[in-house]
């Protein structure tokens, strides 16, 4: 009786398919996030590329980096870096990690991925579009890699693209490159919408018999709350992209002063956008270390139903915090203090579920696999990030730290601890999942004490350069006599940084090395209880054999009464013995 | 950690440092206790042959307090630094104290042009006294600055004197500051505004009011 269900849905789209609608226009949730993994890889080699260049010339002004002087004429001389393209650099070097890095790794490929298994649906809810979204970011990624390559340059007006720098080609020497990375932008939107929709409509409406909202995985309310925010953030910047692009193309002065226009417009627009998107990142990032926590130390997750208010409660104040962006921008500075008063208020919800995480470690049996060192680094890199946002979210003492290194240096440990210490935690777990065989302990354990030392030497000393007053984003800090005494941590720096990116050739190995060569994994190497461990590894077309009914929450370990230190969602017996 | 800010040769940057030192003493004060917890934790609590984890869910309301007087400390603690933030931005920001002086300073790619009112005591007319990228103020006197710009946006940056205010083309910004200190210092830009941002530097000069006047009588001798 149970599996009539389960058979009509399998018969209905699952059929063999050939080489390209299996692996390249394929519908399955399970390839779109590996297609999706496998393009933010690439873009964040070559934002780790641009990394490398940005610091050479930081260290080293006006010399050569070693390896570069195969880049042709104009962007390089002999593998020297000219202002014009170290300001392309910095731009694509945001606007890689952001966009094309953070955004697909975290959500698209964890969202894909895991949220069908883990509510126990044959696949998302729109496969075509969920298809159509791949494709798009494709699309997407390709103008980003051709605006690189067309006559007057690629975008150099900062990631953050501010107008009037970015709305007239005569300030920059830039024309299509910025039109084109402007589009770029817009279809990756246009993808992630595709995406939000998928991941929202799948929750609400594909879960599995007895798989309440309250016996979600947090990770799933962390991407579903991160959808949300970004659907209803998104709108504006893509009406400021459109302006912006009308300014360009045909003339019109949305953002140029001289024909009535206002720059402060775009940062309005932009921010409003862009500090939700900080939360959009680190949702799924703190959903990931989530999900590990309690499986390393075999207990529940402490304070889940606290946790899912929390996350609620940020993705609501996201909205209101996007002004401190703007203190030292010339708004009303009555403005200043509402904005301050948000923002720091933001770190409450977040320090709740910081606090739930320690408290999950508390009286817990934990082993320190790969996953569970990147997870705690996260953490604890994370914690660093969030407590110097308390700096910069005071409005006075932003007055200095603004646009200076502190910043650089403080996002970073927000979002690197999101992306990559998050990231890789999460590849670590779930690779056995998605390729059907285990990742190499030796290396991963290796790449994580390199990434984590390296994280911290990198990163940490640009706390210093921005104490000391150092400007983001200028091409020579030696031009400026009052940092000239600053420059040995830049040198120090990227020495670091250089070790840093380096060491990150270990995860490639463990990577490929694995997924040939690696340990048969099974279905469930971990003891984890969420259901996309029920299911073999890698997981059939449509998931799941027979679709599973959820009997429980996702972190029920160690239970007094059963033997075992776990009990999976889907597994009925605990029930049957208290009946 | 926070002795490498620039010497502070301003009136209000010592109350901006104080807050900075405030936020330092709060957040360090977290950082050693969190870490410390976590790392007792990790030690503490490491797997062991045949101890078994403790089924702890932190639903009820007693297990909950060990997530909610934390927060509340938090909470508390973010609306100190909020009050006490609000007293010094007041004070820069919004209670300007009348100005001994005014200065114009205009951004362009990629100078700072200054220029001082002249007889008529009112900018942009024709008998201002203007000059690239060095700001001349007397020491211990209100300086009122009108902040423009020509094309992009820039950023007026004096590190010692805490002071830093964003430049809006077609906008008129006002900012001010008192120099407590003697001495040349330097006036970087701090937005990116284009190819030659970096290396876009000005030079605050603050001089004695002795050397002031000298410095008016031989650059600016109509000067009522």
Known sequence: MSNILGDVTQGTYHEEKGFWRTYVFSTDHKVIAKQYLALSLFWAVLGGFAAYLIRWQLAYPETAA??????????????????????????MHGTIMVFFVAMPLLLAVFGNYLIPLMIGARDMAFPRLNMLSVWVFTLASLVLLISLFVPGGAASAGWTGYPPLSAKAIYTGVNWGMNLWIVAIALEFAAFLMGGINFLTTTLNMRAPGMTLFRLPLIVWMQITAGVVFMLSVGPLIAGAVMLLLDRVIGTTFYVPEGGGQPLLWQHLFWFFGHPEVYVILLPALGIILEILPVFSRKPIFGYRPIIYSTIVAGILSFIVWAHH????????????????????????FALIVFALIATLWKGSISFPTPMLFALGTLGVFLIGGLTGIFVGSAPVDIYFHDTYFVVAHFHYTLFSA??????????????????????????????????????????PMFFLGIGGMMRRIANPMQYEFLQPLQPINVFITGSAILLLISQGIFAINFFWSLFRGRIAGPNPWQANTLEWSTSSPPPHENFHKIPTVYRGPYEYSLPETAEDWLPQNQPELEEVKK | MLSWLPENISTYGGDIDSLMYHIYYITGVWFFLTYGVIIVFLLRYRRQEGQKAAYVRGDSLTQAGWLLVPLLIVLALDLWIDFQGSEVWAKIKIDAPSSDLLVGVTGKQFNWEIAYPGPDGKLGTADDLEMENELHVPVNKVVHVVLRSKDVIHSFF?????????????????????????????????????????????????????EYEKWVQKNWPHKP
């Open chain 1, 66 to 91: 070693p390896g570069a002087s195969w880049i042709p004429e104009p962007f390089m001389y002999e593998g020297v870096v000219p202002p014009e393209f170290y300001n392309v650099l910095i731009t």
């Open chain 1, 326 to 349: 703007q203190y030292v921008s010339g708004i009303d500075p009555r403005l200043a203090m509402p904005f301050s008063i948000t923002t720091i208020l933001i770190s409450v919800p």
């Open chain 1, 419 to 460: 992306v990559f210490f998050g990231g890789f935690a999460g590849l670590y777990f779930w690779f056995p999942k998605m390729f059907g065989r285990m990742m190499n302990e030796t290396l991963g354990k290796i790449h994580f004490v390199l990434t984590f030392i390296l994280f911290n030497t990198t990163f940490f």
């Open chain 2, 158 to 210: 004096l590190p010692n004197l805490r002071l830093k205010q964003d430049v809006m083309p077609g906008r008129t910004i006002e900012a001010w500051f008192e120099a407590t200190k003697p001495g040349r210092y330097p006036l970087p830009c701090a937005e990116l505004c284009g190819f030659g941002h970096s290396g876009m530097e000005g030079s605050l000069i603050v001089h004695s009011l002795d």
